[in-house]
């Protein structure tokens, strides 16, 4: 009867030793040290959308305790109780209050905010719960406005390229630009068979000109050969005594000139006075009447006397 009983109770024992192991060794996988000392505080939220038991809790980025419990509170719809446990050390002021935070892959923690009170709040009371400020909620509360004033304008843009891509006109226009690209191609390649022309034709006819170059310039030797004899023959000629020469011709011209002009010398009376001319004239006037009077009488100057 003895064993009976004692192989029960050990039965009994191991059973219990089993469920208590496998309690704790559940919460110690969730990240619930059951025999770490802690304080208990709750906070009252209204929604805990991504929140879990073993969440931690943080201030300013150092976890300082995790949730422990997560319950719906029946006596106040609505709201859902969130039991803290936090490091045995931390005091929590009156007027600090719990805000609900997510990471960019959805998950949540709670992030309590200090306050500046002096009193202090009880073990086992209710921090304020604060509003969310996680990441997710900065990005709600930061660029999702900016994000919805952009959409309509998006909206617009998009209708825009649209009615711009069904336009028959940039139809046209792309048609238009593949032709002008296959003409700048054939531009192009008579440009290249045209710059070979060239070469070959510059291949061809240097040889040609560099000939005549040479032609050219021996003949420039040869001139600048003659220009030299010629101007040591001008310099060799008596130039000299020419252009005094010259000079004295021209100085003669000028008195010459004088005495015409002058009506008091004797060529500027032969050249100035009508008188003169006038006399000349009618002298020579008698003269031809004479000749032609002596044609029709020749007997009357000429006497012919025969012996």
């Known amino acids: 009867m003895k064993k009976i009983v004692n192989k029960e109770l050990v039965i009994g024992i191991s059973v219990i030793a089993t469920i208590a192991i496998l309690v704790f060794g559940i919460d110690y996988l969730k990240g619930i040290n059951l025999f770490s ?13 991504g929140l879990e038991v073993s969440s931690p809790v ?5 976890k300082v305790g ?10 106040n719809p609505g709201k859902i109780k969130v039991l803290l446990a936090l490091d045995k050390k ?21 992030e309590i905010t200090l306050g500046q009170s002096k009193k202090m709040l009880d073990v086992g009371g209710t921090i304020s719960a604060g509003g969310s ?6 990005l709600s509360d930061d660029i999702m406005p900016a994000v919805n004033s952009i959409l309509p304008r998006i909206d617009s843009l998009v209708y825009n390229l649209n009615r711009v891509a069904g336009d ?20 192009s390649a008579n440009a290249l068979s045209m710059s070979r022309g060239l070469n070959s034709a510059v291949q061809r006819d240097v040889p040609v000109v560099m000939t005549n170059a040479r032609h050219i310039t021996t003949k420039l030797d040869s001139v600048s050969s003659n220009l030299y004899v010629l101007s040591n023959q001008l310099k ?16 003669n011209l000028n008195k010459f000139s004088k005495q015409l002009n002058d009506p008091n ?7 100035n006075d009508p008188e003169l001319y006038y006399r000349i004239n009618r002298v020579a006037a008698d003269i031809d009447s004479l000749i032609v009077d002596i044609k029709k009488n020749p007997k009357r100057y000429i006497s012919i006397k025969l012996l």
């Open 265 to 271: 010398s004797t060529l500027g009376m032969l050249t």
């Open 236 to 251: 060799s000629l008596p130039l000299n005594s020419t252009m005094d020469n010259v000079n004295a011709i021209t100085e």
């Open 58 to 62: 943080q201030i300013d980025g150092f």
């Open 66 to 75: 995790q949730v422990r419990e997560i319950s719906f509170d029946y006596d």
């Open 37 to 49: 000392p802690a304080n208990f505080y709750y906070v009252d939220y209204e929604n805990v959308s």
């Open 168 to 187: 028959p006109a940039l139809t046209a226009a792309i048609q238009r630009l593949d032709g002008i690209t296959a003409n700048l191609s054939g531009i």
């Open 90 to 110: 931390l005091r929590i002021p009156e007027d600090s209050h719990a805000a609900l935070s997510s990471t960019l892959m959805g998950s949540g923690y709670v």
């Open 133 to 138: 400020n996680g990441l997710m909620a900065k």
